[in-house]
């Protein structure tokens, strides 16, 4: 097996381009591929806290089921993915997309806002 | 094994092929950086990269696609376990999102997969979840409701850390 031991990788002929061949013929994109953040929470008891993120220079507390994560590295716009979920049947949702941040909104089924154990959600996207 | 370590990397002409098996950082064996695609920032290889994935349909159950995924287990009706091949690095630092594709049922509920964390460990090995229903249907004198079901279309994907 060959291995390549490297720090960084760069494209040639375009710095933020690298191609990778899939698992069958066709070819994807590193860059694209990759997610450029994610985000694992407990806002259980109201005061949201990090499990573990990436990417995610601070949490804040929006109100009762809305927490927001700041990116470190902010994205190129503000169209980017964000998937999210949070335990047990509670649904969740992303709002408030933004370059520098976005928001994820958790409810019961009920229909009410709620402060969950375990929020997650990832990014995917172009980074600045 | 042949091991070929440079500062930068240059061809003599068109486009650059690298014909490789396996990527391992230098400095750190467990951390590459990339250029990311505003051209200037960089973003973190091993972190962008999802450790595990698993489509299955929970009616059966079965397991039709997944990436370092072990098997499936069923738990009860609604409930189950996703076992990873390859560990995670702790049991809750790694995160799953999750999402449904097709519903079990002929009513207009919102089906939903979830963590059960709270009810069932999290092990670096197992990602325990829940499936069903919840929503309103027309005259049903059981409005608001939702149960636990077999859904078919569960998706999980793992993101954090592995062992």
């Not at chain 2, 014909?19 to 950082?25: E, F, H, M, V």
């Not at chain 2, 698993?54 to 738990?75: E, G, K, M, V």
Request: aromatic share 6%; net charge negative; charged share 10%.
């Amino acid at each position: 097996m060959s291995t390549l031991n490297v720090d960084a990788l760069v494209g040639n002929t375009s710095a933020n381009a690298i191609t990778v061949r899939g698992e069958g013929s066709a070819t994807t994109s590193l860059q694209q591929g990759l997610a450029k953040a994610w985000s694992h929470l407990n806002v259980n008891g109201g005061t949201p806290a990090i499990r573990d993120t990436f990417n995610i220079a601070s949490i804040s507390d929006i109100g009762t089921g809305n927490t927001r994560n700041t990116f470190t590295n902010a994205m190129s716009n503000a169209n980017f993915a964000a998937p999210s979920s949070a335990d047990a049947f509670n649904f969740s949702s992303v709002e408030s997309y933004a370059t520098t941040h976005y928001q994820q909104r958790v409810g019961n089924t009920s229909g009410s806002s709620t402060d969950r154990d375990h929020n997650v959600s990832t990014v995917h996207g172009d980074l600045a | 094994m042949s091991t070929i370590k440079v500062d930068t990397y240059l061809t003599r002409g068109g486009v650059s092929e690298i014909a490789i098996d396996k990527l391992k950082g230098a400095s750190s064996a467990s951390s590459i950086s990339v250029v990311g695609e505003g051209g200037t920032t960089t973003t973190n290889l091993q972190q962008g990269l999802a450790k595990a994935s698993c489509l299955f349909d929970q009616t059966a159950p079965a397991i039709d696609a997944s990436f370092n995924t072990a098997s499936l287990t069923d738990t009860s009706a609604g409930k189950g376990i996703v076992n990873w091949t390859n560990n995670m690095g702790g049991a809750l630092t790694y995160s799953c999102t999750t999402g449904i594709t097709n519903g079990n049922n002929n009513h207009p509920y919102l089906n939903a997969i979830l963590a059960d964390k709270l009810h069932v460990t999290q092990t670096t090995s197992a990602f325990p979840f829940r499936t069903g229903y919840a929503g309103f249907e027309n005259g049903s004198a059981n409005n608001p409701f939702g149960n636990f079901a077999d859904n078919d279309g569960c998706l999980v994907v793992a993101i954090g850390d592995l062992a």
